[in-house]
T-cell receptor, first 112, second 116 residues
């Protein structure tokens, strides 16, 4: 049972434009959502997170939006840069415990 | 920020041998650490939760006798792949939860295991 899904395995955007990465979840018990960035042969790097009581969190070029009623979140990167090219994972966790449930990942390619 | 290290970064071994991977939290204490496995072009698969001073909790389908986990201190967890076979070749990553950002986990750089 895939509780966190990223339906787009890949996304290609032009440098300077906006990248929008999407994630859906099914478990209403999730209270926190996180985005990670991963380069090949490296561990994931934490990017940004959001609590279920909020609908938006912004950190520099990265903004995460949460639509709790739709069980949907998205990560916006603007402006996109070639160095943003990586696999992006969304993850979710419940209030109790620290275990994360990951989506399948989306490969973002930013073309110069 | 929280830093997690792993050693070795890569290892090649013969089939039938055992391999130990270390995961250390460098600037914080971690009573819990997580071990993941990633196959090429696939997501992170949680293998087990390592608990300091007690037994690890394994995910369904993960053989506890094959993947031995020891969390001997608040900064060190080890994963031993026993009697390794070629199908155990994978990228193994550990993580530890931090205290900020809604408990975001901080990941080590990963260990690439190749079993010949």
């Amino acid at each position: 049972d895939q509780q966190v899904k990223q339906n787009s395995p890949s996304l290609s955007v032009q440098e300077g434009r906006i990248s929008i990465l999407n994630c859906d979840y099914t478990n209403s018990m999730f209270d926190y959502f996180l985005w990670y960035k991963k380069y090949p042969a490296e561990g994931p790097t934490f990017l940004i997170s959001i609590s279920s009581i909020k609908d938006k969190n912004e950190d520099g070029r990265f903004t995460v939006f949460l639509n709790k009623s739709a069980k949907h979140l998205s990560l916006h990167i603007v402006p996109s840069q070639p160095g943003d090219s990586a696999v992006y994972f969304c993850a979710a966790r419940k209030t109790s415990g620290s275990r994360l449930t990951f989506g399948e990942g989306t490969q973002l390619t930013v073309n110069p | 920020g929280a830093v997690v290290s792993q050693h070795p970064s890569w290892v090649i071994c013969k089939s039938g041998t055992s391999v130990k991977i270390e995961c250390r939290s460098l600037d914080f204490q971690a009573t819990t650490m997580f071990w993941y496995r990633q196959f090429p072009k696939q997501s992170l698969m949680l293998m087990a939760t390592s608990n300091e001073g007690s037994k690890a909790t394994y995910e369904q389908g993960v053989e506890k006798d094959k993947f031995l986990i020891n969390h001997a201190s608040l900064t060190l967890s080890t994963l031993t792949v026993t009697s390794a076979h070629p199908e155990d070749s994978s990228f193994y990553i550990c993580s530890a939860p931090g205290t900020r950002s809604y408990g975001a986990q901080y990941f080590g750089p990963g260990t690439r295991l190749l079993v010949l």
